[in-house]
Nanobody, 125 residues
Framework: QVQLVESGGGLVQAGDSLRLACAAS????????MAWFRQAPGKEHEFVAL????????NYADSVKDRFTISRDNAKNTVYLQINTLKPEDTAVYYC??????????????????WGQGTQVTVSS
């Protein structure tokens, strides 16, 4: 059974940093492109970042590319999202997702096979 378990969210102040982690199990992690999406209250699901399985290519949403860093550790079956200089508009539930043999162009939710339950990030001003 595939499981993606996010952690690292919380209540922080604007300007703080957070590191989210997503631990995967039940799948051949190195064959999966991993991504982060988020959903803010009253808004649609939004692509944030991905890291491709094949060569580690990275793709960010334009709105986050200067402050977010995605990385992966295949030995630990874990993908990370470092978020710096948090803003109130970053408040959302952050989800990780896995796409088997996905590419750096897979920025749509439908591209992904598996999803985590999400971790809440709340940024106060």
């Amino acid at each position: 059974q595939v499981q993606l378990v996010e952690s690292g969210g919380g209540l922080v102040q604007a300007g703080d940093s957070l590191r989210l982690a997503c631990a995967a199990s039940g799948l051949a992690f190195s064959w999966y492109t991993m991504a982060w999406f988020r959903q803010a209250p009253g808004k649609e699901h939004e692509f944030v970042a991905l890291i491709a399985y094949s060569d580690g290519s990275i793709n960010y949403a334009d709105s986050v590319k200067d402050r977010f860093t995605i990385s992966r550790d295949n030995a630990k079956n874990t993908v990370y999202l470092q978020i710096n200089t948090l803003k109130p508009e970053d408040t959302a539930v952050y989800y990780c997702a896995a796409a088997r043999r996905g590419s750096e162009y897979n920025t749509y939710g439908n591209d992904y096979n598996f999803w985590g339950q999400g971790t809440q990030v709340t940024v106060s001003s």
